[in-house]
């Protein structure tokens, strides 16, 4: 997680919506299975997924989602609509409701897929986007939808690349296909490796090493590895009126402004074990039944305190939230007088996940610098194989596997 170099993705031709900016009016996006502790984007066909989102301006506008199909590198599919959907490819969403109770006005909008209007009939990958009266793009998220007919046996392990022991892990992983001919695997077969299903730090484009009757072996040593990172910070505000876990201060304005504790970037980077759910977030309050309706807005304040300011590098607050995606609202300033740099963000009550990283000029995405790289750091990983027979129109995806790395405490 210590490099994501965000170009190499367009290079390779992989759907650029990395760098979206959502309106500033949309917040709280989340798009994951009915489960709720569940953030699965990679989920087996037929999988209820539900899309929410809240809109500031509080008008009740016409939303409008559609849904494309697209390869394994995330660029658009051979079929037409009507062949990977039964129903309509795009629909307005009519589960609109507004804020009760809240000093945030609000509009909450949810659709779930498949619904009576739209079911996605094969496996691949896909982006939804939301679109507006006008036919314009307010944001996309992407899914994979998978079928069963592979197995996929995944293990994931401290780096066996001797210059990286303490920083990195890798994933091996073999392929079982039984009851798939494949003529020419190196062209037949694409994987991609998530960690923490965030396709930012995918690793894609490998072969498989060995071939077996019915069985791809994937045993990198160096090609597989991912950098650990660190256990992602949290902080827990269902109450937003006074302070709670991780929160130092509340103050009322025209909405209550919540302080979290400053973050210390020290020389040494230590790892932190805090049990979190791998940057993600949960909208809750105690302070009313539904919350999605009922959970109101706070000013977050983030805090990084530093010895000295970072040279040609922007400092971010990264996390789920915003689906990790580095724009200027949750770019941190420098304050020389403080040496410390700042963010504040408008976000819904709840239990978030987040962290701090920096970016380079050319690009560079790196958590090394603030929270550093650990082997020990638990991660989840998911293995996606597609297959296009020689011919084919579009990237089956025919299994899936997943381990999670729990190292040493």
Not at 21 to 48: C, H, R, W
Not at 170 to 175: A, D, K, L, R
Not at 241 to 267: G, Q
Not at 364 to 393: A, C, M
Request: with cysteine; glycine share 4%; proline share 3%.
């Amino acid at each position: 997680m210590k490099r994501i170099l965000l170009f190499l993705f367009c290079t390779f031709g992989i759907y650029c919506a990395f760098s979206q900016q959502v309106p500033d009016y949309i917040k709280s996006i989340q798009l994951k299975p009915l489960q709720k502790t569940n953030f699965a984007i990679v989920v087996p066909v037929g999988t209820t997924l539900e899309l929410n989102f809240d809109d500031l301006e509080g008008d009740q506008k016409d939303y409008y989602y559609k849904i494309e199909q697209m390869n394994h590198d995330w660029t658009p599919s051979r079929l037409l609509p009507s062949q990977y959907i039964n129903g309509f490819q795009s629909r307005m969403i009519f589960d609109v409701t507004n804020s009760f109770n809240t000093f945030q006005n609000y509009t909450h909008y949810t659709v779930q897929f498949p619904n009576q209007n739209t079911r996605i009939t094969k496996s691949g990958n896909y982006v939804v986007s939301i679109l507006d009266a006008y036919d314009n793009v307010v944001f996309t998220r992407r899914f994979t939808l998978y079928e069963s007919v592979a197995t996929v046996g995944v293990q994931a392990t401290r780096s066996r690349n001797t210059s990286f022991l303490n920083q990195k892990q890798t994933v091996n992983f073999t392929v079982n296909h039984p009851t798939i001919r494949l003529n020419m695997p190196n062209q037949e077969i694409h994987v991609a490796i998530l960690q923490n299903q965030n396709w930012k730090t995918a690793i894609t484009h490998i072969q498989p090493q060995f071939f077996k009757p019915s069985q791809l072996i994937y045993r990198y040593i160096r090609k597989t590895n991912f950098w650990g990172g660190n256990e992602y910070l949290f902080y827990d505000n269902k109450t937003i009126r006074n302070a709670s876990v991780n929160v130092a201060k509340v103050e009322r304005n025209e909405l209550f402004y919540n302080y979290l504790y400053p973050y210390t970037n020290k020389l040494v980077k230590n790892y932190t074990y805090n049990p979190d759910i791998n940057g993600q977030f949960l909208i809750q309050t105690i302070e009313g039944s539904d919350p999605n309706t009922e959970a109101d807005y706070a000013m977050m304040f983030f805090t990084l305190k530093v010895e000295q300011a970072f040279e040609n590098k922007n400092v971010y607050v990264y996390g789920g939230f915003n689906n990790f995606h580095l724009l200027e609202e949750n770019l941190m300033t420098f304050d020389a007088t403080t040496m410390t740099y700042n963010a504040r963000m408008l976000l819904k009550q709840g239990f978030y996940n987040y962290t701090f990283v920096t970016e380079d000029t050319d690009g560079t995405i790196s958590q090394s610098d603030i929270r550093g790289d650990f082997s020990k750091t638990e991660n989840e990983y998911t293995v996606i194989v597609y297959y296009k027979p020689l011919g084919g129109l579009y990237d089956r995806v025919i299994g899936v596997g997943t381990a999670t790395f729990v190292g040493e405490r």
